[in-house]
Structures are given as C-alpha cells and as structure tokens.
C-alpha cells in the first residue's frame, strides 16, 4: 500500500533518496545537489520533502517550497503506479515545476524529461516560457583565464574601480545593495555562495566605495560550480564590470564538476562574447492557472 511520509534525515531514508534521485533525474548532477533540493535554504519560503512508500521501500520524492515544487521524481521502476500523482496531491492549485527561485535544481523541467513534461501537462499545468543554460567551456578556450581575469580587472581599476571578493565586514551592505536594486532572493543565493567552499563572490566597488556591480558563482547547487546571480547598476553599465567579475567567478570554480554553466540565462550575447559561452541545456517552465 502506497503510503506519503515526511522525508525523514536518517541514514538509510538519505541513501535511499540519493539513489532514488539519481536513477530518476539522469540529466542532473543531482548525485551532488539532492540534499541542498530535499531540505536546504529556501529563503523567506517554507520547504516541504515528502516520500511515497510502498510498503517499506522508497519509490517517489517530492519537495517544494511554498508554490514552487522543486523535485518530484519517481523511481524508474515503479512508474504508472499512481506514485507520481499521489505525490502531486501535495502541490497547491497554482503550482509552478522546477523554477524556484534561490534554490532550484534546474530552472524548469529539461526537454529531454519529455514523460515528465507530459505528465504535468496531463495534471492541468501549461508551458509558461522556455529559457536555457549556457556553459563556458574551460579546455582550449582562450576567452577564460585566470590572466585575462587580471587584465579586466586592471581595466576597471584604470576606470577608477575596485574588484574584489566581498569580505564579512563588507558584506551586510553588498547584501543590502543586491537585495534593494535587483531582489532579495539573489541576496539570499549569493550569500550561500559567499559561505561555499570557494567563497566566489566578487564585487566592484566605485571611487567612493560604494558597491555598484557583483556576481556570485556556487550558490544555488552548491558544489557544482555554476555562475550566477550577476548584476550591475544601470549607471555603471559599459565599464566591462560585468566582464571582469565573470572571468573572476569563473576562474573560481574551475575544477568543480559543473564548473562554467551559466544558468537561467539573460543576456546571451554577453556571455557568448566574454568568455565564449555555448548553448547547453533548455528547460520548460510550467505553471497551472487557478
């Protein structure tokens, strides 16, 4: 009998779930992320990760934060069993898949998860936008090194700039900027980088020490190495700040397993232009209207 239960911490329900996850999601380096999905920060959101038993064996996952469900996943060998919609059943009427902000495993569903898509489509949810990930290539790119990172970054002291890692005294402030002039959930990303192994998260700073332009890599999907959030304020656009803290961040992360995906992407051009950033996944974003 098909039973839901609170996803409990122990150690067997943790390596049921990892493997679960990894047997479901085979797109996503979910293998280094399914802890940060299943109960990490999900800001001023409240998470929820819940597991359908049968009998005593894991066979589905959900999670999702407040109207945003950020995993559901059914092991391949118990679908078409009602496991999935079950598990749906916690999902409010407006629900959105995949796309939380702040704390996503991938922003939307990927295409090539066509079951998936199909099965949220027959659950009364419509495609709302379909966006990409771009990925800066490291081998035998001569767009990204740590050189060139040096070189844009003198550039922008020669402008009368600073760039640097944020230190824990600057950081209430940076936060306070990020928060008020592009949005407090990239507040809430970019300090879970600052706390990350690699610390990537840089900021420039003008002549009269105020910060006008930042960018963080490994805060969402921690430990992957994925760049993003990045912003820089309107009047302190066309100084190659964008630039400069890209290849910092970049550099940065060189090494970790996802390093160089640039996720949720905006300006294309940009990163195509900067560091030679190719096409690497597309997701479908799906909500179901009230």
Not at 68 to 97: E, M, S, Y
Not at 124 to 145: C, H, I, K, Q, T
Request: charged residues 25%; proline residues 6%; positive net charge.
């Amino acid at each position: 009998m098909l039973r839901l239960l609170p996803l409990a911490k122990d150690a067997s329900t943790r390596h049921a779930a990892r493997d679960l996850l990894v047997r479901a999601l085979p797109h996503d380096r979910v293998d280094v992320v399914w802890e940060e999905k299943l109960w990490g920060d999900d800001g001023a959101r409240t998470g929820r990760a819940i597991g359908a038993y049968d009998d005593d064996a894991l066979v589905g996952v959900y999670a999702d934060a407040g109207r945003f469900i950020k995993v559901l996943a059914v092991d391949p060998d118990a679908r078409r069993r009602g496991v999935g919609t079950a598990l749906l059943q916690n999902a409010r009427p407006n629900a959105r898949a995949g796309d939380h902000p702040g704390n996503y495993l991938s922003p939307g569903i990927d295409e090539r998860y066509e079951g998936g898509v199909a099965f949220l489509r027959k659950h009364g949810f419509v495609e709302r936008e379909r966006v990409e990930n771009l990925r800066v290539p490291y081998a035998g790119n001569d767009r990204l090194s740590a050189a060139r990172a040096d070189a844009a970054c003198n550039d922008a002291t020669q402008a009368g700039y600073r760039v640097a890692v944020v230190t824990e005294t600057e950081l209430p402030s940076v936060l306070a900027m990020v928060a008020t002039q592009f949005a407090a959930v990239w507040a809430n990303e970019a300090s879970r980088a600052f706390r990350g192994p690699r610390r990537a998260w840089f900021v420039a700073w003008d002549f009269g020490g105020a910060p006008v332009a930042f960018a963080a890599a490994d805060g969402n999907n921690q430990g992957l190495g994925w760049f993003g959030p990045a912003g820089t304020l309107p009047a302190h656009r066309g100084k190659k700040l964008g630039e400069a803290l890209l290849h910092r961040c970049l550099v940065a992360v060189e090494g970790l397993p996802d390093a160089g995906v640039i996720a949720w992407v905006g300006p294309k051009p940009f990163y195509e232009r900067a560091a030679a950033a190719v096409f690497d996944r597309r997701f479908v974003q799906l909500e179901r209207p009230l």
